[in-house]
Each structure stands twice: as C-alpha cells, then as structure tokens.
C-alpha cells in the first residue's frame, strides 16, 4: 500500500524522470537525430556523410527510439506540473488493493495520451520533412514552418479551449473528486482524462518542438519553464496572454526578416 511516503517517492522519481530526459535530449543532439531521419528519405543523396548513411538504422527504430526519447521528455517536461494531481491521487488510492499497481494504472492512462499525441508528431515530423524537400517555397523558405508554428502557438493562447483545460489542471482537487473511480480501470481513465486537459492545455506549445527539434535543450528548458509556471505559478493565468502576443509577435518578425530567426529555432544567415 501507498503510505505517507508516497509524496517522498513521487519527489524522488520527477527529478530522476527530468535528469533522464535531459540525458537522452543531450544524446539526441550530439548524435544528430535529425540527420539520420533526413538520410531516411534520401540516402546518400542528402550530402550526408557515407558512414552516418550506412549507420542510419532502420525506419521503425528510428520511429521506436523517437517516442522513447518523446515519453522521456513529456516526463520531464509535464511531471513537475502534474505533480499536485499525482499526490492527491496517491493519497486518495492509498486504502485500495495493491495501491502500487493503481498509481502504474494511473500514470499508463496519462503516458497512453501523450504517446499517441507523440505519434502523431512523429508522422508530422516526417511529413514536413519530406514536403521541405519536395516543395520548392519550403525547401527554399526554411523559416516558413517555425513562423507559422510561433503564430499558430500564440493564437492558441487566447482561445476557450486553452483556459479550460489550463481549468483542469490548475485545480487538481476538484477535478480529483468528479472524475475519481476505484480500481485499476477507473485509474487508468483519470490518468488518460487528465493527460487529455494537459494535451488540451500545452499542445500548441509542444507542438513548437517539432519546428525546432526536439533535441533542442534550450528550447525544451524554455517551453518547460513556461508551460511549469503557466499551470502552478502565482500570476500563470496573467502570462498566457502575455506569451500569446509574444510569440504571435515573434512569429510575424521571422516572416517579415527570416534572418532575426535564432539559430536554435533553425535560423539562416542573411
């Protein structure tokens, strides 16, 4: 059974989820993910060394190890934020049967959200690739999908979808309490309800890793400081408009001058 320990645990394991995921994001880029998933669709005709090419593993590895490294950076990047919820689900199961197994039913409802959302950017990923490649205004215009993503992000910010979601998640109490069932089903499906209000609320945001790369350690540091502060901190619902104009100011900048594009969001020179 979960005793009081449970809190001690859990801030044990979030620490070790993040350590984890900005283990494998550090990997990922010093290993050039993104190269190897180029080499994909071209081979040696993407002008990519002969030994990355023959050393690009399979399609379905490189599919397999990216929703790894996704599940991993979700972890670090969605844990600290969800923390409160975990604990009063913890403390609320802590009487039922095998609690441990009820807490694991719980967190494979929210990972089972997270990991389709994963899927679904991975076949994004490719796509954008292979159409930067195939259309002429994107192959010559890289810019184009990091603008569009930054204004397409920040006019999320002020729609109702967002400030319900950002609802849920900002009071875990009494989301606990209406969607509470015993049992390893009944946890699964808080987990997967609750994982679908924190795709709700932060899936613009993500969605941003794919214009920059999701071995990107500054970007991820910055969307997860953010997205951490958006759901627990003081003045969070005071930032979300605020982040809204910013980034579809942002946006519209890269458009206007692609050259003022920072180098971690793919920039090119003038």
Partial sequence: ???????????????????AAWTVALVAQTTGNAGLLHAHDHGADAGLPLWVVVLTPPFWVTAVVFLV???????????????????????AAARQVQAGRILLAFLGGYAAMW???????FAVDVALHRAGDSVPSLEGHPWIVPAVALVAAGAFQFTDLKDRCLDQCRHPGPFLMRHYRRGT?????????????????CWALM???????????VWMGALAAVMYYERVGQHGRRLTPVLGVALIGWGIVVA???????????????
Avoid at 76 to 88: D, I, Q
Avoid at 207 to 217: E, F, I, N, T
Avoid at 256 to 270: C, D
Wanted: overall charge positive.
């Fill in 256 to 270: 206007a001058h692609p050259a003022w594009l920072p180098g971690i969001l793919g920039g090119v020179a003038s």
């Fill in 1 to 19: 059974m979960i005793t009081g320990g449970a809190s001690r645990r859990l801030g044990t394991t979030v620490p070790v989820a993040v350590a």
């Fill in 69 to 91: 490294a996704w599940q991993v950076m979700v972890a670090a990047m969605m844990l600290p934020s969800s923390l409160p919820m975990m604990r009063l689900f913890s403390h």
């Fill in 207 to 217: 969605a941003l890793m794919l214009a920059v790369g999701v071995a990107s350690l």
């Fill in 185 to 201: 089903r009944g946890a699964f499906d808080l987990g997967r309800k609750h994982g679908l209000f924190c795709i709700g609320c």
């Fill in 115 to 121: 990991g389709a959302v994963g899927a679904a950017a």
